[in-house]
């Protein structure tokens, strides 16, 4: 069965505590990886797609990467605005969405 | 643009009322999807079009129906409300099916209907 697994469900950072978001996933057969932002009362924001193993993507704090069982979201230097959910969702044939890992960034 | 508008934002419905959550977008996507959000459950998929006269079921769909009459509108209409019908609901967009291309898997997503069935 196809599922994807976020860790943790919840990380508090300080402002400049640099930290990792996991995604695993179990599919057979990935099309894509994709994260997502989601601020409280809004939809989802795209960030990132992967496509192969080794690949990684970057904007500003942010940078992922993927290997063949994992993403991991690397959070450079945070600030208080980095606040948010992020969703990690994997596509075999159709879209399958984590659960989210919600982080805080305190000043 | 607009991107993708939903209507309303909040709702609240007795047990057994029907509605319709309104979806458009101004982005000439192909593609359309309903997802619901859940506290502790990732977003599941309701139902979704891959163009206007075209639909298909999610993993959820029992209890909800859709059309795609036009490229721009995808309503989701609630039958009959049940206490577990209330979550926040999200239609997303992508300008082709999701698989078919590197560029046509990324959805936008409207802000949300939150819906509460007492």
């Known amino acids: 069965e196809d599922q994807v697994t976020q860790s943790p469900e919840a990380l508090r950072l300080q402002e400049g505590e640099s930290s990792s978001l996991n995604c695993s996933y179990t599919?057979?057969?990935?099309?894509?990886l994709f994260w997502y932002r989601q601020d409280p009362g809004k939809g989802p924001e795209f960030l990132f797609t992967l496509y192969s193993a080794g690949e990684e993507k970057e904007k500003e704090r942010l940078k992922a990467t993927l290997t063949k069982k994992e993403s991991f979201l690397h959070i450079t230097a945070p600030k208080p605005e980095d606040s948010a959910t992020y969703l990690c969702a994997v596509l075999p044939d159709k879209l399958i969405f984590g659960t989210g890992t919600r982080l805080q960034v305190f000043p | 643009n607009a991107g993708v508008t939903q209507t309303p934002k909040f709702q609240v419905l007795k047990t057994g009322q029907s509605m319709t959550l309104q979806c458009a977008q101004d982005?000439?996507?192909?593609?359309m999807s309903w997802y619901r959000q859940d506290p502790g459950m990732g977003l599941r998929l309701i139902h979704y079009s891959v163009g206007a006269g075209i639909t298909d079921q999610g993993e959820v769909p029992n209890g909800y129906n859709v059309s795609r009459s036009t490229t721009e509108d995808f309503p989701l209409r609630l039958l009959s409300a049940a206490p577990s019908q209330t979550s926040v609901y999200f239609c997303?967009?992508?300008?082709?099916?999701?698989?078919?291309?590197?560029?046509?898997?990324?959805?936008?997503f409207g802000a949300g209907s939150r819906l509460t069935v007492l």
């Open positions: 997303a967009s992508s300008y082709s099916v999701l698989g078919r291309s590197s560029g046509a898997n990324v959805l936008t």
């Open positions: 599919v057979s057969g990935l099309r894509g």
């Open positions: 982005m000439n996507h192909e593609y």
